[in-house]
């Protein structure tokens, strides 16, 4: 009499809380549930993934058994996990897209969207840019934001090696991309779209139309926050950010060296000339503690952020200090000292910047 009770539409109702792990949607508003055979008591459901390999298939085919094992009635669940024929992917792309199919401007990009746009900007190269834009991403994600990162500085790409994901292909759905997402965090590089080490040698319209697509051609879904890793200097993507993102805020990084500072201060000014809110300054590689003693020793000099904060009457909002480089990438530990100061950095910028969390998800 028990397997009477089930039927289709319960188990479909269980199996919308598991989501696709690629566009965070419901399995069942994305039509991924091929069948769903019930035997008695016994049920059996194929699902189909939009790539052949996913990486969490594992987790997507325990979570489908245990959705349906909740059922009332079900004492046995059989999970077959398929791949999306051609066809199948053109109308979950479609499904993806929306109305926005033939939008001309994307989502992220119009008046009324939601997410706040943060441009991490610095007047020269190694100063930490990259790096200090990588940690804020993953503090702001464990605070429970929905973060994107767009590394634009598409000359000097190097966000996927600082996350440790440089191996990593996004997957491509129906010539919808799919942003790679790692510690919380979605992530698009040219160095994605590049063979290993050949130069991206373009003139800065063909620049301005990649950041573009970066926009058009991602699924990004909904983002509280995106951050954007702009080249160093005022060239032509710093430009096109500007002009794209009239309502972007920018986090100026500077090195604790006075010609740093003066640097960096040009590339504030620029903000400041194009009506960006200017957050604050980031004084990267600020000291190194001696880990016996804790002694600090200023290595690049000292009072930098100041001097740069002070030349664009904003504050100085955060001193990192230097640590040894971890294996694999370029995240700091949880727990770690420079770990905690972009925690601080994080939740001081939520107040600043105005951000709200309007869905936390849970890992």
Not at 186 to 212: A, D, H, T, Y
Request: glycine share 10%.
């Amino acid at each position: 009499m028990a397997g009477s009770q089930v039927t289709r539409e319960a188990i479909l109702e269980a199996l919308r809380v598991v989501e696709d792990p690629e566009v965070h949607k419901s399995i069942v508003e994305m039509d991924m549930v091929k069948t769903i055979d019930i035997v008695g008591s016994r049920v059996g459901v194929e699902v189909l993934l939009t790539i052949h390999g996913c990486p969490l298939r594992t987790v997507i085919e325990r979570q489908v058994r245990e959705a349906v094992l909740s059922v009332k009635g079900v004492t046995e669940a059989q999970v077959v996990i398929g791949t999306m024929t051609d066809e199948e992917r053109e109308r979950f792309a479609a499904k993806l897209r929306g109305n926005d199919q033939q939008a001309t401007v994307p989502p992220l990009l119009r008046p009324d969207a939601d997410t706040t746009f943060i441009a991490v900007a610095s007047g020269k190269g190694g100063v930490g840019k990259s790096t200090v834009t990588a940690n804020l991403g993953v503090a702001l994600a464990r605070a429970g934001y929905r973060v994107g990162v767009v590394d634009a500085d598409i000359y000097g790409f190097s966000l996927p090696k600082i996350f440790g994901i440089a191996d990593i292909k996004p997957a491509v759905v129906s010539n919808l991309i799919m942003p790679v997402q790692t510690h919380g965090v979605k992530v698009v590089s040219m160095q994605f779209f590049v063979p290993e080490n050949r130069p991206v040698i373009w003139r800065g319209p063909m620049l301005g139309k990649m950041l573009r697509n970066f926009f058009q051609e991602v699924h990004w879904g909904d983002l509280d926050v995106m951050l954007l890793d702009l080249p160093p200097g005022t060239g032509d993507v710093a430009l096109d950010v500007h002009s794209m993102l009239p309502k972007s805020r920018e986090l100026i990084i500077t090195t604790p060296h006075p010609n740093a500072a003066d640097v960096a201060v040009r590339a504030g000014l620029m903000a400041r000339q194009v009506n960006h809110d200017i957050l604050g300054v980031v004084e990267n590689m600020a000291y190194y503690a001696c880990g016996h003693c804790g002694e600090k020793t200023y290595l690049f000099g000292n009072g930098g952020g100041h001097q740069a904060a002070k030349a664009l009457g904003t504050d100085l909002v955060a001193q990192i200090p230097l640590a040894v480089a971890q294996s694999g990438n370029g995240l700091f530990p949880d727990g770690s000292e420079q770990a905690e100061v972009f925690d601080n950095l994080a939740s001081l910028l939520v107040k600043r910047a105005e951000l709200r969390v309007k869905t936390v998800t849970k890992a």
